[in-house]
C-alpha cells in the first residue's frame, strides 16, 4: 500500500508563487508516474502534470509556462512549482500515483489565489 502526502498551499495574491510537494512512502516515482490533479467544488478533478519514469512532462493547457513538475533526488517526492498564479489557480490539489491495478491518491492540499 503506497501513502502519499501533500504539502505547500496556502493563500497567494495572484501573480505569486508556491511550491507543492507530495513525499511517498517509499521510493516510488523512479518507476512509476507522478502527477498532480487538482479539482474545485462542483467540478471534475483536473489534471495539472504529470511526471514519467523517463523524466518526460506533461502540462495541461492552463498552466503550460507557469507550472513546473519535477522529482525530488530520493525518488519518493514529486513538486509542483507554481508560479504567475491566477485566480482561476484556487483548488484543492491531488498527488497521485499509478501502480498496476490501482490509482493512490493523497488528501490533497488547497491553494487559494486572491485577486
Known amino acids: 500500500q503506497v501513502q502519499l502526502v501533500e504539502s505547500g498551499g496556502g493563500l497567494v495574491q495572484a501573480g505569486g508563487s508556491l511550491r507543492l510537494s507530495c513525499t511517498a512512502s517509499?521510493?516510488?516515482?523512479?518507476?512509476?508516474?507522478g502527477s498532480w490533479y487538482r479539482q474545485v467544488p462542483g467540478k471534475e478533478r483536473e489534471l495539472v502534470a504529470t511526471?514519467?519514469?523517463?523524466?518526460?512532462?506533461n502540462y495541461a493547457d492552463s498552466v503550460k509556462g507557469r507550472f513546473t513538475i519535477s522529482r525530488g533526488n530520493a525518488e519518493n517526492t514529486v513538486y509542483l512549482q507554481m508560479n504567475s498564479l491566477k485566480p482561476e489557480d484556487t483548488a484543492v490539489y491531488y498527488c497521485?500515483?499509478?501502480?498496476?491495478?490501482?490509482?493512490?491518491w493523497g488528501q490533497g492540499t488547497q491553494v487559494t489565489v486572491s485577486s
Open positions: 497521485n500515483t499509478y501502480i498496476y491495478p490501482n490509482h493512490y
Open positions: 517509499a521510493s516510488i516515482f523512479r518507476l512509476n508516474v
Open positions: 511526471i514519467f519514469n523517463s523524466a518526460i512532462t
